[in-house]
């Protein structure tokens, strides 16, 4: 059964840092790109990244371009996010999303973990 | 940027078909996936590539894209079928992901 559980999501100042973890179990971590996805309270889906399977391929929302970095450790079956200079506008749920095994371009979510909050404020 | 427009919101009566368009620029030229998101709960994958479903969806889930436009279909609707719905592409001009902003389907 395919897994995606988040983690280190809380409460931090604005300005603040913050590092996400996404622990994969119950399919071949390495072979599939993975994506960042969040949520504010009350408001729609935001794509906020994405890293192919190797991490040779890398993009991000321009909202968090320069503030955020995803990463992945192949070998710990785990994904991450990187969060600094944090503002409250990142206020949100974080999910960790999978991408489908033949997907032709990124963001093609088969599976989606439960998310974590995240909450910027002072 | 890339935007994708939904309407807001959808009434439809129980056993009766339900369609979400999703809008944007040429958007029959890009594959477009729909996300079903109950409250509370993470989103799940109704259609893919404009019209596959994943295994698990029923039937009464169907999707087209063609020109501006983009629709999901959800036949015989049934009052579990409540939820929020989501259409998102890739945006290869830019290398963007972008989500519609969503459409909640209100089961009478």
């Known amino acids: 059964e395919v897994q995606l559980v988040e983690s280190g999501g809380g409460l931090v100042k604005p300005g603040g840092s913050l590092r996400l973890s996404c622990a994969a179990s119950?399919?071949?971590?390495?072979?599939?790109?993975m994506n960042w996805v969040r949520q504010a309270p009350g408001k729609g889906l935001e794509w906020v990244s994405s890293i192919s399977s190797s991490s040779s391929y890398i993009y991000y929302a321009d909202s968090v371009k320069g503030r955020f970095t995803i990463s992945r450790d192949n070998a710990k079956n785990s994904l991450y996010l990187q969060m600094n200079s944090l503002r409250a506008e990142d206020t949100a749920v974080y999910y960790c999303?999978?991408?489908?095994?033949?997907?032709?371009?990124?963001?093609?979510?088969?599976?989606w973990g439960q998310g974590t909050l995240v909450t910027v404020s002072s | 940027s890339y935007v994708l427009t939904q309407p807001p919101s959808v009434s439809v009566a129980p056993g009766k078909t339900a369609r979400i368009t999703c809008g944007g620029n040429n958007i029959g030229s890009k594959s477009v996936h729909w996300y079903q998101q109950k409250p509370g709960q993470a989103p799940v994958l109704v259609i893919y590539?404009?019209?596959d479903r994943p295994s698990g969806i029923p039937e009464r889930f169907s999707g087209s894209n063609s020109g501006n436009t983009a629709t999901l279909t959800i036949s015989r609707v049934e009052a579990g079928d409540e939820a929020d719905y989501y259409c998102?592409?890739?945006?290869?001009?830019?290398?963007?992901?972008?989500f519609g902003t969503g459409t909640k389907v209100t089961v009478l």
């Open positions: 999303a999978r991408d489908e095994e033949m997907a032709t371009k990124p963001l093609t979510v088969d599976y």
């Open positions: 119950g399919f071949t971590f390495s072979s599939y790109s």
């Open positions: 590539y404009d019209s």
């Open positions: 998102q592409v890739w945006d290869s001009s830019s290398d963007q992901g972008v």
